[in-house]
């Protein structure tokens, strides 16, 4: 604890990360566990901790953030808290995926304002061995030389085809849980299919899993249920719903994100267009009608080379 007390300036609230002696840059995340917190949300929070360390730590894979440690501290009966756990990471310069889609400051970053960039982000991501189950934006980061990264194994889980997970409770974020998950608690590696269909949305349109529609969103051709529109403007609306109906109407143009400078290119285009239909089958209802992430990878190659073709 003293080591990452003197790596981030004793935990200084604007030190996320930290030097460690041997030269590593690394992020600290703290997770504490609260003397007032009631018992069950004292497990869930020990439950995340632990299945964080056991399912991330042996994970070596370029496409996910390395864990390199963690500490446990006991500390005096006097303080207000009673345990602080560490977790101690690779530090991911770059920042989020969700940053660079969403975040006005963000505007002039690759990622933003390249749509082959866009493309190959896709493409290089890879799922993990295991069920992540929280697959999303914010969750995937981007290191100095802007790999993308899946990180936040807290609600994983090892895939057994043969065991019975009906007692597992439902996690995840709005707007990226897989709805045959949430509403029959099928677990399955399609959960995260569905989750990186949503990610791929996002990538295509700028526009977060939950929105709020702006005033240039209206005129998008949605089919809008009779509402006021002000109604609409203050409600949040599903990504997921108005991008599968546009796209299926061969409306993709209507909807991609306007920030990157150039305009995409023809065989751009036709890439962009894969990697929407790809999403489309990603985030269809019920699991079986998914594709394996296999095809995703195949899908997603081929979109890559076409849009590498015209730089």
Not at 11 to 31: H, N, Q, S, W, Y
Not at 52 to 72: A, D, F, N
Not at 93 to 122: A, C, Q, Y
Not at 290 to 301: E, G, Y
Request: contains cysteine; proline residues 5%.
């Amino acid at each position: 604890m003293e080591e990452l007390a003197a790596a981030t300036m004793n935990f200084a609230t604007d030190r996320e990360m930290g030097i460690l002696p041997d030269g590593r840059e690394v992020a600290i995340k703290g997770k504490r566990v609260d003397n007032y917190y009631s018992q069950g949300l004292e497990e869930l929070h020990a439950e995340a901790f632990m299945a964080e360390i056991t399912m991330h730590s042996p994970i070596r894979h370029k496409h996910i953030v390395r864990l390199h440690g963690c500490c446990v501290s006991q500390l005096p009966p006097f303080r207000e808290r009673e345990e602080e756990c560490l977790l101690v990471y690779e530090y991911m310069k770059n920042g989020s995926l969700r940053d660079h889609l969403h975040n006005p400051s963000f505007s002039s970053s690759p990622v933003s304002t390249s749509w082959k960039m866009r493309i190959e982000f896709l493409h290089d991501y890879t799922v993990s061995p295991v069920i992540h189950r929280d697959i999303k934006s914010s969750n995937i980061l981007l290191d100095a030389t802007w790999v993308p990264r899946l990180s936040d194994f807290g609600l994983s889980l090892y895939w057994d085809e043969t065991k019975d997970y009906s007692s597992v409770d439902i996690n995840g974020s709005y707007g990226y849980v897989d709805p045959e998950y949430f509403m029959r608690q099928c677990v399955k590696p399609t959960i995260d299919v569905y989750s990186f269909g949503v990610v791929m949305l996002e990538v295509l349109t700028g526009k977060t899993a939950l929105f709020h529609p702006k005033e240039e969103d209206m005129q998008m051709e949605f089919n809008w249920p009779h509402q006021e529109k002000s109604n609409y403007m203050r409600t949040p609306i599903n990504l997921v719903d108005v991008a599968v109906q546009l796209i299926e109407a061969g409306k993709l143009r209507k909807l991609l994100d306007k920030r990157p400078a150039a305009e995409p290119t023809p065989r751009q285009l036709q890439a962009v267009d894969l990697v929407a239909q790809t999403a489309t089958r990603c985030v269809r209802m019920q699991g079986k009608d998914r594709p394996a992430i296999s095809q995703v990878v195949t899908n997603l190659q081929a979109a890559l080379e076409l849009a590498r073709c015209d730089g």
